[in-house]
């Protein structure tokens, strides 16, 4: 079992950044696939990133491409979704999840570790 724990979230104005982190403690992140998901609310959970083992290969929805980083360091466990040009529509809560799949996966399904989530508010 694969105890995620994100931090980092809060309340920023349009246009500001947020660096959200993803940890666990008993077990390496390493072997997983990891990704970003959000849920604002009255709609559905979306995929936001993921991010190879190694970090080399890197998937963004086309909502956030160009604005999120999904970055990971296994040395430290940890993976980082750093938020920039903040937009009101960004507001949701912010899941980290793992997936032990090879390939990079974008389907909330595949994903079989989750954490609690984070809340993010963009503030116009």
């Known amino acids: 079992q694969v105890q995620l724990v994100e931090s980092g979230g809060g309340l920023v104005q349009a246009g500001g950044s947020l660096l959200l982190s993803c940890g666990a403690s008993?077990?390496?992140?390493?072997?997983?696939?990891m990704g970003w998901f959000r849920q604002a609310p009255g709609k559905e959970r979306e995929f936001v990133a993921a991010?190879?083992?190694?970090?080399?290969?890197?998937h963004y929805a086309d909502s956030v491409k160009g604005r999120f980083t999904i970055s990971r360091d296994n040395a430290k466990n940890t993976v980082y979704l750093q938020m920039n040009s903040l937009k009101p529509e960004d507001t949701a809560v912010y899941y980290c999840?793992?997936?032990?799949?090879?390939?990079?996966?974008?389907?909330?399904?595949?994903?079989?570790?989750w954490g609690q989530g984070t809340q993010v508010t963009v503030s116009s």
């Open positions: 008993e077990r390496t992140l390493s072997s997983y696939v």
């Open positions: 991010i190879s083992w190694s970090g080399g290969k890197s």
């Open positions: 999840a793992g997936a032990a799949t090879i390939v990079v996966v974008i389907t909330a399904g595949e994903y079989g570790y």
